[in-house]
């Protein structure tokens, strides 16, 4: 009984206990970190104007125009928006991480008699500067003041290359102004060779209507289209000869629409980079040389490897012409053991009869999967003239074909496909395969098993 009073009178004191250290826990404890002041009281958006004076030497001003910037000293150009927001918000939220000296007697020890990095800025028409000095010993911070004040304190170290901002890295370094959505043409001339390609319906084609490689030329036109100054080497050029574009190592002419932009790109600068100009505009600046590496591709490196569009899932006729004779097969419509539709191969020429259709899909894949492995024009040795075999799909319900011959000349095959300029080179096995595959579609199915005979009764 005195065992069960204790444990009572221990419950009734250790309840509240435990709510009051429960409740205790969720208060939040007192912070031992000082609040930083902020350096200004500004909002990033209300900022309208800027100056900046990079350690380079560079004096940039920026004036607000709508929602975007414009460089209008040195010249007026379009701006890094990264860049500019960058500063614009860093300004609204820099903060004081230290105050070294409210009245420094020699702000050399600072590096602030003559500062290495400028910030002017204007807001609702009041105009404040933030001057950057010296690194501190540790390299965690830097030096800072407010330009009218004499109070010295530190700031983060990563400002300083927010701050510390030349032209160049306050302009947009696009090194065409092109919306890459809209490009439909693209005209590259590079050497001897010029080449024009065109988005018709949402497909590319090469100069002479051959097919061009959508993901190739896709990924050439984003390269162009988005080329980025790596430098700028001269404001204003009037000589061109000293860049290689006078006479330029490649010209691309960018449609987009009613719109167009011209690139020229010279000769080999630093560092894996090339010479180049916007025809429109009036500097020279670098780029990457592997644009150049692009534009100066054998235009064959952009067509269509592929000889068919047809595939045997979608394919419903094949026409084969061979040794003066025609072989066809087409998709029936009909009925399976349970009644149901069903889509069947069949050999309609030259005469109707029943075949194996996985030996028909069989064939059909060993057609499509035909690739070029280069491309040759007009007058070279193909054996053309006499095919070995033509072969004709029709695919998409019939709305489509592909027709591409194929011949051997010497050890080398080579296809053509209507409405393709010049002649494919392939492996010459692949005809020697789809020769195969014919032979064996052809062939009658085979004939089901016998039933089995029943037992004889004794």
Request: aromatic share 6%; proline share 4%; hydrophobic share 35%.
């Given at each position: 009984m005195r065992r069960g009073l204790s444990f009572l009178i221990l419950l009734v004191v250790a309840v509240p206990l435990g709510w009051f250290a429960y409740y205790d826990s969720k208060k939040e404890a007192p912070s031992d970190i000082p609040k930083k002041d902020k350096v200004f009281t500004v909002e990033a958006d209300k900022i309208d104007e800027l100056t900046i004076k990079s350690e380079s030497g560079d004096h940039t001003m920026l004036k607000k125009n709508g929602a975007s910037w414009e460089i209008v000293q040195p010249a007026g150009t379009r701006t890094d928006d990264s860049a500019v927001s960058g500063i614009t918000s860093n300004l609204a939220s820099v903060e004081m991480q230290r105050v070294i000296e409210e009245s420094p007697s020699d702000l050399k020890d600072f590096g602030l008699a003559e500062p290495r990095v400028e910030v002017t800025f204007k807001a609702a028409g009041k105009e404040q500067k933030l001057q950057i000095g010296a690194k501190t010993p540790t390299g965690s911070d830097v030096y800072a003041k407010i330009g009218d004040q004499k109070k010295v304190f530190l700031i983060s170290s990563y400002l300083d290359s927010t701050f510390n901002?030349?032209?160049?890295?306050?302009?947009?370094?696009a090194a065409l102004k092109v919306e890459r959505d809209k490009i439909d043409v693209l005209e590259v001339t590079a050497g001897p060779k010029s080449t024009t390609f065109e988005k018709k319906n949402g497909e590319w084609q090469l100069s002479g209507g051959a097919?061009?490689?959508?993901?190739?030329?896709?990924?050439?036109?984003?390269?162009?289209?988005?080329?980025?100054?790596?430098?700028?080497?001269?404001?204003?050029?009037?000589?061109?000869?000293?860049?290689?574009?006078?006479?330029?190592?490649?010209?691309?002419?960018?449609?987009?629409?009613?719109?167009?932009?011209?690139?020229?790109?010279?000769?080999?600068?630093?560092?894996?980079?090339?010479?180049?100009?916007?025809?429109?505009?009036?500097?020279?600046?670098?780029?990457?040389?592997?644009?150049?590496?692009?534009?100066?591709?054998?235009?064959?490196?952009?067509?269509?490897?592929?000889?068919?569009?047809?595939?045997?899932?979608?394919?419903?006729?094949?026409?084969?012409?061979?040794?003066?004779?025609?072989?066809?097969?087409?998709?029936?419509t009909v009925k399976d053991k349970d009644g149901k539709d069903e889509q069947k191969w069949r050999q309609v020429a030259p005469a109707e009869k029943d075949v194996d259709g996985a030996k028909v899909d069989s064939f059909i894949s060993a057609v499509t999967a035909a690739r070029a492995t280069s491309f040759v024009d007009s007058t070279a040795k193909t054996g053309l003239d006499k095919p070995e075999l033509t072969v004709a799909i029709k695919y998409d319900e019939g709305k489509k074909e592909d027709r591409v011959a194929f011949a051997k000349s010497g050890s080398d095959g080579y296809a053509s496909r209507v409405g393709s300029p010049g002649a494919a080179k392939i492996d010459a096995t692949t005809i020697d395969s789809i020769v195969k595959a014919l032979d064996e579609a052809q062939a009658p199915p085979p004939k089901p098993a016998e039933a089995a005979k029943a037992p004889e009764k004794k």
């Open positions: 901002k030349s032209t160049f890295d306050l302009r947009d370094k097919r061009g490689d959508s993901g190739a030329i896709e990924g050439l036109v984003g390269k162009v289209a988005g080329a980025q100054m790596k430098a700028m080497t001269a404001p204003e050029a009037t000589d061109l000869k000293q860049y290689g574009l006078d006479k330029p190592a490649a010209t691309v002419r960018i449609g987009s629409g009613s719109s167009q932009a011209t690139l020229l790109v010279g000769s080999a600068a630093a560092e894996g980079t090339v010479y180049a100009k916007d025809l429109s505009r009036p500097p020279v600046f670098t780029i990457e040389s592997g644009v150049l590496d692009d534009l100066k591709k054998d235009p064959s490196d952009y067509r269509q490897k592929d000889l068919f569009d047809a595939r045997s899932f979608n394919s419903t006729r094949v026409e084969i012409v061979r040794g003066g004779q025609t072989i066809a097969f087409a998709k029936a």
